[in-house]
């Protein structure tokens, strides 16, 4: 039997195939939402605390997001008490969409989390929410939990954000990361949590990556040895990687008590 197929509909199924196997490609890598509050006083801080620890983070739990990261600026930050910064990975762009849904039909949240669900419009929770979402490196699909132990009060856990001049910059600086940067990482034990490629945020074109540590003398004796190394050496003067970082935004940061991470 001889299929007669016209180019328009030949066309329209390369394409449906096309993004049935990207879509296969990008689910093998996690996205991650980065929501800081910004507040304004300690009563905001304490209403969102209680949000998260008992409404908020049980739902994410129930709906199969098991490793969920609450941290505040530690104290010599300048946003120390005016920031709350909450980081949620999930397995698809499917998850992502579909959480909301979920958590307007979860009694057990909404009763948890009325009072933040439902506060006035005169004494709100927070003065603004600001939002990234990201996508994980080729190289890091998946996140890591850290490994770092003590006290979580002195722990740190660092969040940079590297910008880029331009879209190309920007790609290069992600292909350095990929090809060789995150191997350093790694060398050196910097306990990376992950790193991501943002997709949708303030600071665009960026890249953000988390690494922790047990504390402060710890955290500047890794990056001293980092700029040390010799694999380090050998990359940063290499010419492609040249004026990749127009802005390094480094944020200090310590996890909460119920922190998943």
Sequence with gaps: MKINTSLPVLFGIICF??????????????YYELKIYHIESKNQETQIDNYLQNALLPALHRNGIEKVGVFKPIATQTDA?????????????KQYVG????LDKDAAYLAAGKDYINAPHNNPPYKRIETSLMQA?????RFTES???????????????????????????VKMFNEGEIDIF?????????????LAGAQMPNLMYMTTFTNMESRDAHWKAFGTDPDWDRMKVMEEYQNTVSKNDTRLLYPTDYSDI
């Design 17 to 30: 195939f096309l993004v049935l196997d990207l879509s296969a490609q990008s689910s093998k890598r996690d």
């Design 81 to 93: 008490g005016k920031k709350i910064y909450v980081w949620i990975p999930y397995k698809s762009l």
């Design 99 to 102: 959480l909301q849904s979920k």
């Design 137 to 141: 490196f080729s190289s890091t699909p």
């Design 147 to 173: 490994n770092v132990e003590g006290p979580k009060k002195d722990r740190i856990y660092e969040l940079r954000s590297y910008e880029a001049a331009t879209e190309r910059l920007y790609r290069q600086k």
């Design 186 to 198: 790694l060398k050196l034990d910097f306990n990376p949590v992950f790193f991501a490629e943002t």
